[in-house]
């Protein structure tokens, strides 16, 4: 690294250096790699056996097989590639709050992305980087070195909370976008009606993605500390609510939790994974839960 | 408008019941907004939860407005006037007739002028239908009000006509409760009870205790009569001290007189003053401002038997606390029998008669053979009777003798003194069995004893008092004493300062035996030498009839303390002051309110009362605030004296009302009730059906208290 970047600085790439991604579904690379491919080709891991064909390799021939059957079957092999990590970052301005956590929401899911584009680069993978809200897209094409990453850490750096989020309408670009089967990583607030998240996840699960969503939230979003009167003013519609915090505290609790089963039980339907982290969680910890450390 | 109000001020306070408005507008403006990240959860949990929340606030608002608006219209006690037109009033009138009407109006004439014509237009107003009764503050035997409430009220305006002042105080928790007692058995639709005075503080500032509770609906008003401001001094009678017992006939007998001016002028009057005899005198007095004064009237010499003094100030600026009166006994000269030879009873015979011939005592000695006692008693019934120890055993005892004359004469209500005679040696028995004071023998201590008195109250030490109460009697010496062992009847008078009894008393019949154990001689003891002698002597020789010196006192308005109790008819007779002829009940005799010297008899038994005007009428202080203390808890108002012109249709109009009062704060409870159950209202979503169930803890974050340098670093 040339010099340090804010979300990535050398301690954090230090002790990322040893974690790995890895993928339940085969993915499509551009490049041998260690991911399941939905190919067969060349490796040590035995697939199946299909029959001989005209133009098959004869040396490909399993003659043991044709010792036990009397039948020339083929020995495949499951072909394995490179990994393309998609993330999806959140820049609404509801990622802008801060409140009970040390970092806003931005900042934080800007540490998660940093740390998961240099854990899949420094295994090999490639990563791309799209940072979206309601009005705008930047988009970072897939790249496979540490040169490639430091124009998405910039653009990280440089990110500010705008507008809204419109999650949906992000993850169904991403899946019309993207054609090989790829780990897109979602990294956002949530902060919308759960049904057409989740519509967006099952879109990706159709295009055979596997798909990660990484839910950042402050502890003052979970457990607020409502008392009295208030006057609440949402970050991205800016419109208020005069509430009696004693009346909703217990209620509030209840919906927050109704709201993250649905997300939960929606991820598990489209075999998506979810994670819910606080903006207090150590970022390795946050990472180092999800995927496991190589060797 | 048919609704009035009993405390307007509550009126003028209604637009503090904004005040919630204020509050909400303020809080609202210094209520910071808390920036949130999503209100999604919010509008899951109720969608309408803003406008919901708005409503709730300004019906919150309106309650609380409700709330304050209806406390105030409680508090000022508003009454509906709807049915004015119909029912009856009741209505009691008291009247202030106590002396300190009779100060200067506004206008210059006496208060109760105002008052009268204050009573006159309120009786006016009142229709056909309309019943009435009076009550005076000050109750007047010569001015008896009609009993109970009339609706004709011709009787009443005849006792307005002659309504006078008093010099009384008057209780106002009395005359209220008698008020109250007459609503009671009316029948009428509403009930009043006005009140005319002058509000002097010395009666209306007086809390009452436990005062009576009026019938429900009962409006209480009180028309103040203005007074003038005070411009002249004014001196009152404190008090008249009559002689404590009878004074001799044909001596010119002091009276004290004492005088107070609480105003804050100097004062120059004149105080005259007559009595029975026809006799007047006057003098100038000159009182300086905020100060007591005691002066002495003397009376020329007088007849014997009772005589009374009647007393005036004149002059000064206020006439209700100006006169008294004081009666007191005039009587002959006496003559005080002494048994013997004059040498044998040493100083005591010149104690009591100075001069010898009675002339300031009214008891003249006269000195006899034993033997000439029996028909002397007989003959004359003397003042005192003196005989020594050894001359009382030297009488014979039996029938018609002589020692028992003596008894006889004791037990009929005579005074008795036993003494050793100046030259006595040793007690002399066998003791008379009825006299149950035993001497011991006699004793000459080398250095004498100190004389103690052991009964200081008695009456034979009167005059002999200092102001803490103490016997001015001291440092006395008994040279040579016969203790003494008093039965148990009997009262120790003077003793010894080793606690042995040297003189003591003992009853006797209706008649008081006393018994000496020293002469009172110069050789026996010093007390001949002490300038108090004289009137212990006196004391001695006249204490049987002091209780019947002087007549009744008592100040203007007050009960007599004790009234003939034979169950006869009195009639009560003025002797001096204002012309009173009353007869009646005993319990029905108010007090006599004007000064003068009355007599009240009862069959055969005469009572003589001398009556003084009460001094606090004369104090000049007036509330002139609407809150009255001797008012208590009660409800009331308080308005100047309705005029001619102010006599319009207001009280016509208060004939038949509702009290609003009960319904405002029952009105206030409800919104204060549905202002707390809206302000406080349950947690919401409580019981909502459809909760996350136990997997919920699966989505939610652990709890980890790191620090944000664990974060990154």
């Given at each position: 690294m040339p010099q340090a970047y804010k979300y990535l600085p050398p301690e954090l790439a230090d002790r990322l250096r040893n974690l790995t991604v890895s993928v339940r579904r085969p993915v499509e690379g551009a490049r041998q790699g260690t991911h399941r491919s939905p190919h067969h080709g060349a490796s040590v891991e035995f697939a199946d056996y299909r029959e001989y064909a005209r133009g098959d390799p004869p040396n490909r021939i399993d003659w043991a097989v044709y010792a036990r059957t009397d039948r020339h079957v083929i020995r495949r092999y499951q072909e394995e590639t490179n990994l393309r990590g998609y993330l999806l970052l959140d820049t609404s301005e509801s990622m802008r709050f801060k409140e009970a956590?040390?970092?806003t929401k931005l900042e934080y899911a800007s540490f998660l992305a940093a740390g998961l584009m240099y854990i899949l680069i420094n295994q090999s993978d490639a990563a791309a980087l799209t940072l979206f809200h309601q009005a705008e897209r930047r988009r970072f094409a897939p790249v496979g070195t540490l040169e490639g990453l430091r124009p998405m850490l910039l653009a990280l750096e440089q990110a500010e909370p705008a507008g809204r989020s419109h999650i949906e309408e992000a993850l169904h670009e991403i899946a019309e976008q993207v054609h090989a089967r790829s780990l897109v990583i979602l990294i956002s607030d949530l902060l919308e009606e759960p049904a057409g998240i989740l519509r967006g996840i099952q879109h990706l699960h159709h295009n055979r993605h596997e798909v990660l969503v990484l839910h950042v939230l402050d502890p003052a979003e979970l457990q607020p500390n409502l008392t009295g009167w208030m006057e609440l003013r949402e970050l991205e519609t800016g419109s208020r609510l005069i509430i009696q915090g004693d009346e909703l505290r217990e209620a509030y609790g209840r919906e927050v939790e109704r709201y993250l089963e649905e997300l939960r039980r929606g991820c598990v339907g489209c075999l998506a994974d979810y994670r819910l982290v606080d903006t207090r969680t150590p970022v390795e910890e946050a990472l180092h839960l999800r995927w496991g450390r190589a060797g | 408008m048919n609704l009035t109000v009993l405390n307007p001020l509550f009126v003028s306070l209604l637009p503090l019941a904004a005040a919630p408005i204020l509050f909400h507008l303020l809080f609202r403006l210094r209520k910071q907004p808390r920036v949130f990240s999503t209100l999604m959860f919010f509008h899951r949990l109720d969608p309408r939860l803003n406008a919901r929340r708005r409503l709730r606030e300004y019906l919150i608002l309106l309650l609380r407005l409700l709330l304050l608006v209806a406390l105030l219209l409680a508090l000022a006690r508003p009454s509906w006037l709807g049915r004015g037109k119909e029912g009856s009033v009741a209505m009691v009138l008291v009247l202030d007739n106590s002396g300190s009407m009779s100060g200067r109006g506004r206008e210059g004439l006496p208060k109760l002028n105002d008052a009268v014509a204050t009573a006159r237009t309120l009786l006016a107003r009142l229709r056909p239908r309309d019943s009435a009764a009076l009550v005076l503050l000050v109750d007047d035997p010569a001015i008896p009000p009609p009993p109970g409430l009339s609706t004709d009220l011709g009787p009443l305006r005849a006792v307005l006509d002659r309504a006078t002042e008093t010099e009384a105080g008057g209780s106002v928790a009395r005359a209220l409760e008698r008020a109250f007692r007459l609503l009671e058995a009316s029948d009428a639709t509403r009930f009043e009870v006005r009140i005319v005075s002058d509000l002097q503080e010395e009666k209306w500032r007086v809390t009452p205790v436990n005062l009576a509770a009026p019938r429900r609906g009962t409006s209480v008003v009180v028309h103040r009569v203005a007074s003038a401001p005070v411009t002249e001094a004014n001196l009152g009678v404190l008090g008249v001290a009559p002689p404590a017992r009878p004074l001799p006939a044909g001596r010119r007998a002091p009276i004290e007189v004492s005088l107070a001016n609480t105003t804050a002028f100097d004062c120059t009057a004149r105080l005259s003053w007559s009595d029975d005899a026809g006799h007047q005198g006057a003098q100038e007095l000159a009182v300086p401002r905020q100060s007591a004064k005691r002066i002495a009237v003397t009376l020329p010499p007088l007849e014997p038997g009772f005589h009374w003094l009647s007393l005036r100030i004149e002059g000064d600026g206020f006439p209700a606390d100006n006169r008294a009166a004081a009666g007191f006994w005039c009587a002959e000269k006496k003559p005080a029998l002494f048994?013997?030879?004059?040498?044998?009873?040493?100083?005591l015979p010149l104690a009591l008669s100075p001069g010898g011939?009675?002339?300031?005592?009214g008891v003249v000695p006269a000195f006899l053979p034993a033997g000439a006692l029996a028909d002397r008693l007989r003959e004359r019934s003397p003042a005192f009777l003196v005989l020594s120890w050894e001359q009382l055993l030297s009488l014979s005892d039996g029938p018609g003798l002589s020692r028992r004359r003596v008894r006889e004469f004791v037990e009929a209500g005579g005074s008795a003194l036993v003494v050793p005679g100046v030259n006595a040696t040793d007690s002399a028995r066998p003791w008379p069995e009825w006299l149950t004071v035993q001497p011991g023998r006699f004793q000459a201590p080398a250095q004498g004893l100190n004389w103690v008195v052991l009964n200081p109250g008695h009456l034979l030490f009167q005059d002999l008092r200092d102001e803490r109460g103490?016997?001015?009697?001291?440092n006395v010496k008994v040279l040579r004493f016969a203790p003494l062992r008093p039965g148990p009847q009997d009262i120790p008078l003077a003793g010894l300062e080793d606690g042995r009894v040297i003189l003591a008393e003992q009853r006797l019949g209706r008649g008081v035996l006393f018994v000496s154990g020293v002469a009172l001689d110069s050789r026996w003891t010093t007390l001949p030498l002490k300038p108090g002698f004289l009137a212990f002597a006196q004391n001695m020789a006249l204490g049987g009839a002091s209780a019947a010196a002087s007549a009744t006192s008592v100040v203007a308005g007050e009960r007599l303390?004790?009234?003939?109790?034979?169950?006869k008819p009195i009639r009560v007779q003025t002797l001096a002051g204002s012309p009173l002829d009353w007869k009646g009940r005993p319990a029905d005799l108010p007090g006599l309110p004007r000064a003068g010297m009355y007599s009240i008899t009862a069959g055969e038994e005469i009572l003589r009362v001398a009556v003084r005007s009460s001094e606090r009428e004369g104090h000049q202080q007036f509330l002139d605030t609407d809150e009255l203390p001797a008012l208590g808890k009660l409800a009331y108002s308080v308005r100047g004296a309705p005029g001619a012109a102010a006599a319009a249709d207001e009280d016509r109009l208060l004939a038949k009302s509702w009290d609003l009062g009960l319904p405002l704060l029952l009105l206030a409870l409800a919104a204060w009730f549905t202002e707390g159950w809206l302000a406080n209202p349950p947690p919401l979503g409580r019981d909502r059906p459809g909760g996350p169930g136990p997997v919920a803890s699966r989505g939610s974050i652990p709890r980890r208290e790191r620090s944000h340098a664990a974060h990154v670093a």
């Open positions: 956590g040390p970092l | 048994l013997g030879e004059s040498e044998t009873f040493g100083q011939e009675g002339r300031f005592s103490d016997v001015t009697l001291k303390p004790a009234l003939p109790a034979n169950g």
